[in-house]
């Protein structure tokens, strides 16, 4: 890669170039490549790029907030609850793959609404070198995306060639916040593939709970850096604990915590036992639905790192 400022100052002539004067959409994650895409964009061709935030009813405790400070002021930004119609698609759906399915299909169906709307010409995606090389590397840098309701768009793939760290130093020379540059990975479907089995408004939210406790406790260790993804997953067993003098029968968390380059194996380092029990007993003690938790150490493979 040339050096970063050089990078951005081609990218942006180049987007300049192909976009013109013509309308933009993105659907902006608020991960990291896609939103180095949408500040690269903007830099290009202005308030022609509108950002899409698309809150699925699926995102992790205070992300939604999160991004919406960020962008809010920097882009042409468009932040769309669709929450009820996600959760309303997966109620009794118990299968991971028919979540991933159902919440794909509607995340097009949210989009293609404000595509619509917006009357874009193209879609830009933050695809990665990795992306296309481990799916299809055949897959031409131009090419056209029709939505099933009819709408062509030409797609822009400003940093398709870049590897993540390649894209974190163009996020840094972009000036967006560490916290965004050097988050974990978060999957597409979010907490749906860590809530095991039904979804539900309280079950997402006891996942939401457990998993900012172990994001703040990680992070307050410093031990995050070591550590490709961590986080807390709901399953749909019940087990027996004790509440003063009472039985009480609650949710199984299991805390998995790896590292990993690419994600393509990954293993369960050594963790500081401390912050291990810090956890456990915040997570015990601060969610009551919660009365027991364990400490995934299978590495991949066999196992994924997600948990469905
Ligand atoms: P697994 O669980 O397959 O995960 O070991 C490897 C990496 O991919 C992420 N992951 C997903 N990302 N949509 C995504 O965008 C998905 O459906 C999905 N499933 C897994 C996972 O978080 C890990 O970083």
């Known amino acids: 890669m040339l050096n970063p400022s050089e990078f951005i100052k081609e990218a942006i002539e180049k987007i300049k170039d192909e976009i ?14 896609s939103s180095v895409c949408s500040v690269l964009v ?5 308030d022609n790029l509108v950002a899409v935030f698309v809150n699925h009813g699926l995102l992790r405790e205070g992300e939604v907030e999160e991004v919406c400070n960020i962008f809010e002021n920097r882009l042409n930004f468009i932040y769309v609850d669709a929450s009820s119609e996600f959760l309303n698609a997966l109620e009794g ?15 097009i169906d949210v989009f293609e609404r404000e595509a619509e709307k917006i009357q874009g ?43 993540k760290d390649e894209v974190r130093e163009i996020g840094l020379e972009l000036d967006l916040p560490k ?18 089995g039904n979804l539900s408004e309280e079950k ?3 996942c939401r709970k457990a998993d900012l406790i172990v994001r703040e406790e990680i992070q307050k260790e410093g031990v995050d850096k070591d550590l490709w993804q961590y986080f807390a997953v709901l399953t749909d067993t019940k087990v027996t604990g004790v509440k003063g003098d009472e039985r009480d029968f609650g949710y199984l968390v299991v805390l998995r915590m790896v ?50």
């Open 42 to 46: 903007q830099e290009a061709i202005g």
């Open 259 to 308: 590292a990993s380059v690419d994600a393509m194996t990954a293993y369960v380092p050594e963790l500081p036992w401390n912050v291990i029990r810090t956890i456990s007993k915040r997570i015990t003690s601060e969610v009551p639905e919660v009365t027991h938790v364990s400490l995934s150490i299978s590495d991949k493979p066999p196992s994924t790192i997600e948990f469905a």
């Open 204 to 206: 997402l939210a006891i």
């Open 179 to 196: 916290e965004l540059i050097y988050r974990q990975p978060f999957p597409g479907p979010g907490l749906a593939v860590r809530v095991i």
């Open 121 to 163: 010409k193209y879609l830009v995606q933050g695809t990665i070198a990795p992306d296309w090389i481990e799916s299809e590397g055949k897959i031409k840098s131009h090419h056209n995306l029709a939505l099933p309701g009819g709408m062509v768009l030409k797609v822009v793939e400003p940093v398709r060639d870049l590897y």
């Open 93 to 107: 759906v118990e299968d991971p793959e028919e979540k991933r399915k159902i919440i794909g299909k509607v995340f």
């Open 20 to 33: 013109g004067n013509e309308k933009a959409i993105i659907a902006l994650s608020g991960g990291v490549d």
